[in-house]
């Protein structure tokens, strides 16, 4: 609902209330977000007069009126506000103050088209469209709020009318009067992905960023704004992603007057976009959501919105589980090998057999080949076609990797286009993993990579992609841009990408594209639109991965995890772990194997039956059900996930320390219905029971020993 009375705006998403007003200048006030309010909070300003805080000439003499401490809800260089600007502009005579002035609203049905830039989408949304005007810069900046479900989401647009450098246009910009904050981020690295770190938001600005091109393994374009000492299940707390896979900077700071700003933006402090007279730019949108109950609430409202409004399933779903040949050889393969590979995985019920590295021209090691997207003949002795049907015979479907947005030198691609690749003129080249970057910021470069893998992919009877990504963009440098362009290569890159993958999922929709940088480098909302899978970490020992999937959990649907068994000692990290809790860790997310079946013994892959058999039974409970995080430190990690109806429930825990004369452990679930009897293991429980008392968890007693039991209500 959206309600305009008095020069006050109110939204209101569900639980989620934002409200705005125009004040006595024109300018926009940022005044709640937050639970619902009835009526303006405008009553909640303060005016004062503050000793170095400027005010604009229509003051005239009067000193409190300022915007050094009034809530802005764009936020601006030159007007007083010394605060972080969520819009820098360079007007042509080299001025930056800006000053945009409230001209007139519109509001509207369903989503805004903002193509290819990633968006979420739904039939019941309503949009509010404000316009605002910069008089001496002949300039329009719309502002996009849209409403669906219990989420808002923002965007925002330049409508140059003279020459401008766009140095920063942020997606969300929020003021709070009142209250102490915190903010979680989830910071990590190469195998070590989403990490949460919460740090109170105090005078000194907090910045979460990449300036990798990518989101990245190190941060996320994730973050939860909380009131402080809010924990799993109390406290207001806000959830905030961009929908954006490139650099980008969320910034947090608390003023004098203890009032606390948060903005996100796409791109980093680098970023410049030069716009002629008649030209728009868009930024991302930003995705906004809101809980009173804490942590757990927030994250499962996320999950919800994001498999209802994000996540483009393809034609013909099916939960697949998969084999990936990575762990299990590397690029150590012929035709021969794999469908070996495929027929043992097929003998344990998976049902999705997926190539990955090392399949095309001479790739036999990473030095050499990305970018020439041919089978090798030689090496599989078939072509990948024959690969394809025969892998079918098996009763698997077939998937492919690809990383089409890198080239090595030694590759026919960079023969014939050297300049293709991202690089700085009359400097040395940065390699990393052996590999260049593709300059996807330019259109012949994107168009040619869209043109080769539809070749790729036509006639190969493809149910899967993974689409991988292997290094961090170092020189943002493009040969063709010229001077004033080469600032805004990482985001018209984004934008070519989005492209490339959507008119991907066009031409092929049946083909469920699956998301991968070395993991969980490119895991964010953005991608999400497009991959509606993605490898979350290229770890794959069961225990690092609890806190790489508990970390993912607080933003993201498990739904989207992909989520291996792998084998022991772990690849990784040399860890051994019994089957059981690598299969259990696996249970959270899209399951799979990454190992070769005939190193099973006969009782390991009775075991690894049975275990698919039952992950295939709870699949649907895993993937559209509410997640609880129990607890997790270091003797414990638990969680439980329940089905909306609150029917059916699986609780699962891994005990992470190991003691002679063990302690006994008892958790506590949650979310189930208090007056409903349980069956749980033979045992009849009422929630209250459950959820007041608990459990006992039943390990055996050996190191990383795992413990799952299936919870379902009598009736
Ligand atoms: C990184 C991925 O995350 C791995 O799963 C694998 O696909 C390799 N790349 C292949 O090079």
Known sequence: MIKYEDCVFTLQAGKLCYQMMIDKHSKLLHLHTGSEVKESTSHLLSFADRGFSANIEEEGRERTYSYDFLPCEVSERGLGDFRSSSILIEAEDGSITTDFRFESYSIKKGVIDIHPLPMAYGEDAETLEIKLKDEKLDCFLILYYCLIDNAIITARKLIAGSPLSVRKLSSLSLDFMYQDYEIMSFNGRHCYERQPLIQEVRENRITISSRRGTSSHQANPFIILAEKGTDEVHGNCFGVHLLWSGSF????????????????????????????????????????????????????????????????LPKEYRNYVLLNSWEACYMDFNGEKLIKLAKDAAELDTDLFVLDDGWFLGRNDDYTSLGDWQEDESKLGMSLSELSEKIRKTGMAFGLWVEPEMVNEESNLYKQHPDWALKTPGRKLVRSRYQLVLDL????????????????????????????????????????????????????????????LYELRKEFPSILFEGCSGGGGRFDMGM??????????????????????????????????GSHVSTCPNHQNGRITPLYTRSTVAFMGSYGLEFTPATLTES????????????????????????????KDENIAAWLIVSNDSKEALLSAVKLSTHGNDLDYCIRLRGLEKDVIYEVAGQHFHGSTLMNAGLKLHFENKEYSAFRLAIKALQ
């Open 604 to 631: 390991e892959k009775a075991e690894l039956k049975s275990e698919i058999a039952e992950y295939r039974k709870q699949a649907e409970l895993i993937k559209k059900g509410n997640l609880y995080r129990l607890r």
């Open 441 to 500: 910021s330019r259109t012949e470069v994107a168009e040619y990579i869209l043109e080769t893998l539809k070749k790729l992919f036509r006639g190969k009877n493809l149910s899967y992609v993974k689409w991988d990504y292997n290094r961090s963009i170092t020189d943002f440098y493009s040969a063709t841009a010229s001077r004033e362009n080469q600032q805004s290569v990482g985001y018209r890159y984004m934008q070519n990408l989005y492209w490339i």
């Open 249 to 312: 900077q969320i910034e947090a700071e608390r003023n004098q007057f203890s009032s606390t700003r948060l903005i996100a933006s796409a791109e980093d402090e680098f970023f410049t976009f030069e716009l002629k007279k008649g030209e728009t730019l868009t930024m991302p949108a930003a995705l906004l959501t809101f809980s009173e109950q804490g942590y757990t609430s927030l994250s499962n409202d996320i999950a919800a919105f994001t498999r209802k409004h994000i996540l483009r």
């Open 528 to 561: 999400l639109c497009y991959t509606p899978q993605i490898w979350l970490s290229d770890n794959t020992d069961a225990i690092d991965r609890l806190d790489i999937q508990f970390g993912s959990s607080y933003g993201y649907p498990i739904a989207a995890f």
